[in-house]
């Protein structure tokens, strides 16, 4: 199926960090005064990557169909890291990848469309939500200033 079938398809809303998505699960469950849980699908097209962001809970991905997704991850701890989520293992693509708490992560395709899960524990809230600008991530960051241009 192409992207705009996948949009149409799972009923997929503009995110504001870039790409498309649904959420698809809210845990009942409460904690930390949030849901345990949530879950959402996201599409990502061609040029038109996911923003430089991050939130307070862990992210784990999950690859369902398209092209190989890479997510770049900075932190003060251990610098910059890629995740590359796809199906072909022996071109180092995997299925399922984790971005920690508190992590500024960006997200692209590799060809023309990718959509992937989320899984957010404890729940996403909209609240937590920050989209960096490139003057932030400068402070820290300045050696991938290509980067940071390219996603905020």
Not at 107 to 129: H, I, K, R, Y
Request: charged share 20%; proline share 3%; hydrophobic share 40%.
């Amino acid at each position: 199926m192409s992207a705009q079938q996948w949009i149409e398809r799972l009923g997929l809303q503009s995110h504001p960090e870039g790409g498309w998505f649904v959420e698809t699960f809210r845990d009942d469950r409460m904690a930390e005064a949030r849901s345990a849980s949530t879950a959402i699908f996201f599409l990502l097209e061609k040029d038109k990557p996911s923003h430089f962001h991050r939130i307070q809970s862990a992210e784990m991905w999950h690859f369902y169909a398209g092209d190989p997704l890479m997510v770049h991850q900075l932190r003060n701890d251990t610098g910059y890291q890629t995740h590359l989520l796809g199906s072909c293992w022996e071109k180092g693509e995997r299925f399922q990848a984790v971005v920690p708490a508190q992590s500024w992560f960006a997200s692209e395709t590799l060809g023309e469309f990718s959509l992937v899960g989320c899984t957010v524990a404890p729940g996403f809230e909209f609240a937590d939500f920050e989209l960096a600008t490139a003057e932030l991530l400068m402070q820290d960051f300045s050696t991938h200033s290509s980067l940071i241009e390219r996603f905020t």
